[in-house]
């Protein structure tokens, strides 16, 4: 069964501050990796979708990277904002999707 | 707007009450998901649609029961529920699973439902 686990479970920092997160899977036979936003009580937000072909992703001040063997991604944020407070939760993909419990991240004004 | 819209956004209902969430999506998928996302614990998927066909239903309680009429719309109907099942119930779509799985999930906005 794929376990999928999310570094760290919170995060504080001061505005313009580059973030970090971190996501780990047991099983690296995986289709693709997709990274979702979600702010409080709403829906999923996706962000990134990363096929098992490709090392990375980049969408603006996202970045995405995938390292299917050792079964890690990164998802870097450049420069944040307090607009970037919010949820972030992985999901991999081996015919379904497993989700990791996210990381809730507090951009500081 | 996602493309996937789902409703009631809210839903109060009693034990012995039957109500029915609905999803619709606009972009064409193939394959919808139930899933349901409780405080402090990670998504668990409940069921999954794919050309209209049940593939997947991860044990879940009878008192949750699916239907999909079409490929653009999913029900989850609601029976004798219990206050655990408080929840923020999503709705998703992709292409075709069965294309390899290489499809970008898409979410609705989810539907709060607090069982009292």
């Known amino acids: 069964k794929q376990e999928v686990t999310q570094i760290p479970a919170a995060l504080s920092v001061p505005e313009g501050e580059n973030l970090v997160l971190n996501c780990s899977f047991t099983d690296s036979a995986i289709y693709n990796l997709q990274w979702f936003r979600q702010d409080p009580g709403k829906g999923l937000t996706s962000l990134l979708l990363i096929q098992s072909s490709q090392r990375e992703q980049t969408s603006g001040r996202l970045n995405a990277s995938l390292d299917k063997s050792s079964g890690r991604s990164t998802l870097y944020i450049a420069a944040s904002q307090p607009g970037d407070s919010a949820t972030y939760l992985c999901a991999v993909n081996d015919y379904k999707l497993s989700f990791g419990a996210g990381t809730t991240v507090t951009v500081r004004a | ?116």
């Open chain 2, 1 to 116: 707007e996602t493309g996937v819209t789902q409703t009631p956004r809210h839903l109060v209902m009693g034990m012995t009450n039957k109500k029915s969430l609905k999803c619709e999506q606009h972009l064409g998928h193939n394959a919808m998901y139930w899933y349901k996302q409780s405080a402090k614990k990670p998504l668990e998927l409940m069921f999954v649609y794919s050309l209209e066909e049940r593939v997947e239903n991860n044990s879940v309680p009878s008192r949750f029961s699916p239907e999909c009429p079409n490929s653009s719309h999913l029900f989850l109907h609601l029976h004798t529920l219990q206050p655990e099942d408080s929840a923020l119930y999503l709705c998703a779509s992709s292409q075709d699973r069965t294309g390899g799985g290489n499809a970008e999930a898409f979410f609705g906005q989810g539907t709060r439902l607090t069982v009292v």
